[in-house]
């Protein structure tokens, strides 16, 4: 009888992830030019099913810009109907969400288990957290920052030598759910350091003179939702008294006061700010974390995807940090040394003005909390394959965002504070 029930779990495991559920849906991006654009668009929103991959509401569309948005199969017909009969300009980014979702899992590696190669699921990245640790005792460390609203642990991963006083670097992964790139890049940047430790002279400083936190996947709960029931998942997996809506939008919530302006207030959006600051388990964990270790946290990274964007604050408000020119000058720096690989281009900029003013990301909370080099990455792609990128591109990318990471760590290290 379990031996059957684990069959079952298995087989609709693999159908979710092979995609079956998205068969027919499209994405879509259209080009806004102006308000009325903009309005059309709230139009369409209120009545049919969107679901918005970029920006991430339908709140957060602003003149001069694309808009990226995932159609149910049912629906596209209608919405199609409507961008032509109101001369909205777009284009079909996927034209069969499942076939690219049936795609991503293009990797070579025949491995079965952990590979940083493959998107590895929560159960293989737990275990691996512990290996890696206990293979590497004089690099890493590992620990638990909290539990989740299922109960599942966070763990924390201290990379570095251990010595008195080291600055340190925090960079976590998986905010967002269904952003599966990043997760496999924190693992990414563990392997990296422990592997070039003693070999190559940058890491090799780094980790003596730095620590590096790395939380792998901040949304666990959210995150194995996308494994086992919806890959396009983006919240946490929390619920609230009175609302039958699941889940809120981890980056809104670490927000205070005017940040809420701009977040959603209603519980079945995708961008729901949750009803207090630091209300989710999860945001609570890491914002307790951080606060308990802001004499050595120097940066703060955290790890999105998709749009090839590197934002600073502020996101929440078109205010300027006071370091703005420093911050700037840096990314710009980081992004051009990021290029240098595959040549791939991004772009920068304080959040709000480079793509919309939204409830200000981890790295506005970050930011105001005293920490001056905070950054938010959108890695790849830009919109080719979106949240479905190919385990086939885990490797160029990864390989390309090191570059950035080890670019940050050097100026941090090159100006103490
Ligand atoms: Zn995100």
Redesign the pocket.
Known sequence: MLALLVLVTLALASAHHSGEHFEGQKVFRVFVEDENHINLLHALANTNQIDFWKPDSVTQIKPHSTVDFRVEAEDISTVENFLEQNELQYEVLISNLRSILEAQFDSQVRATGHSYEKYNNWETIEAWTQQVASENPDLISRSAIGTTFEGRTMYLLKVGKPGPNKPAIFMDCG??AR?WISPAFCQWFVREAVRTYGREIHMTEFLEKLDFYVLPVFNIDGYVYTWTKNRMWRKTRSTYDGTKCIGTDP?EILMLGGAFIMSSRSPCDETYCGPAAESEKETKALANFIRNNLSSIKAYLTI??YSQMMLYPYSYDYKLTENNVELNALAKATVKELATLHGTKYTYGPGATTIYPAAGGSDDWAYDQGIKYSFTF?LRDKGRYGFALPESKIRPTCEETMLAIKHIANYVLEHPY
């Open positions: 905010f967002h952003e980056t999105h995807s959108e």
